[in-house]
């Protein structure tokens, strides 16, 4: 059974940065492309950013685009998001999610093919 892990949340101030981490256990991580997505209180759950398993591709959501990074090292099982100038807006769980796709090119931030998710990690932005 496929098992992910969110970490890296807290409490900071806007512009500041925070790293999320997302360990894969269970199975070859590099047979997955890995997203993250959010949920905001009162708010639907929403995509943030994905990684093809090959990661040759990833996908932004366009308010994050010039600020989060996503990247992947399969030799850890960890997949990372990097977020930079961090806005009140962000404020949200935010949970990695998995999709069996071997050797691909291609990810998507709509969760419809995510089969796999973590439990999430809690992310506040406020001064």
């Known amino acids: 059974q496929l098992q992910l892990v969110e970490s890296g949340g807290g409490l900071v101030q806007p512009g500041d940065s925070l790293r999320l981490s997302c360990v894969v256990s269970?199975?070859?991580?590099?047979?997955?492309?890995i997203a993250w997505f959010r949920q905001a209180p009162g708010k639907e759950r929403e995509g943030v950013s994905c990684?093809?398993?090959?990661?040759?591709?990833?996908v932004h959501k366009d308010s994050v685009k010039d600020r989060f990074t996503i990247s992947r090292d399969n030799a850890k099982n960890t997949v990372y998001l990097q977020m930079n100038s961090l806005k009140p807006e962000d404020t949200a769980i935010y949970y990695c999610?998995?999709?069996?796709?071997?050797?691909?090119?291609?990810?998507?931030?709509?969760?419809?093919?995510?089969?796999?998710w973590g439990q999430g990690t809690q992310v506040t932005i406020s001064s």
């Open positions: 990684i093809s398993s090959s990661g040759s591709t990833t």
């Open positions: 269970g199975f070859t991580t590099n047979y997955y492309a």
């Open positions: 999610a998995a999709d069996y796709s071997p050797m691909s090119r291609r990810c998507t931030i709509s969760p419809s093919p995510y089969d796999y």
